[in-house]
């Protein structure tokens, strides 16, 4: 299984660490956005479906954090990391509505990493756009994918750091104006 590590603890070491943050975490990253979920209300059993809480009940969840997956290639040549529901992907996305083998994440001979749909699976978007399965497409900075109701996000290195960078400048202006009250 490949590592992950919440977005928050991210944040916070990179507060820490400062410069060397970005020697400990060179990668690209794939973040699962925020959200809180729960099953809808149907009355069935073993609905295959999640969806977001109903608006009353929002304001009484806490914040979501989210989940980022470190893009670490197994080799120089290439690397192939499954993404899906089941327990022996490389990254495990639990959730109902993502199969259990969904897409498969691979880095091309120059370094680029790719998205495959995996056939049979529940369609996969990139950037709003179906996948066709078996096809690897590109992954470009800042690209969106959509597996159900889960939504990830694709980060170089360069953009992972800015949007740490964003979230630490942001945690720290906070501190600082509760302490100042």
């Known amino acids: 299984m490949a590592r992950s590590l919440l977005l928050s603890l ?11 943050f970005r020697a400990r975490y060179p990668h690209p990253w794939l973040v699962w956005e925020a959200g809180a979920w729960n099953v809808p209300e149907t009355g069935r ?5 999640t969806q977001l809480p109903v608006s009353d009940l929002r304001d009484c969840l806490p914040a979501g954090d989210a989940l980022c997956f470190e893009l670490v290639a197994i080799s120089e040549t290439a690397s192939v990391l499954p993404l899906g529901r089941a327990s022996h992907n490389a990254f495990v996305i639990n959730d109902a509505t993502v199969s259990r083998e969904h897409l498969v994440l691979r880095t091309s001979p120059y370094g680029q990493w790719m998205v495959e749909a995996v056939p049979k699976s529940t369609p996969v978007k990139l950037d709003g ?5 078996g096809r690897p497409t590109p992954l470009m900075p800042g690209a969106r994918l959509e597996l ?3 939504r990830l996000t694709f980060h170089d290195a360069a953009g992972f750091y800015a949007r740490i960078d964003r979230l630490g400048a942001s945690l720290s202006s906070r501190v600082a104006a509760a302490q100042a009250s």
Do not use: I, Y
Not at 10 to 20: A, G, P, S, Y
Not at 45 to 49: E, G, H, K, L
Not at 129 to 133: A, S
């Open 148 to 150: 159900g109701d889960v």
């Open 10 to 20: 991210l944040v916070r070491q990179h507060l820490v660490l400062k410069e060397k």
């Open 45 to 49: 059993q073993n609905v295959a479906a």
């Open 129 to 133: 756009v179906e996948l066709e399965p």
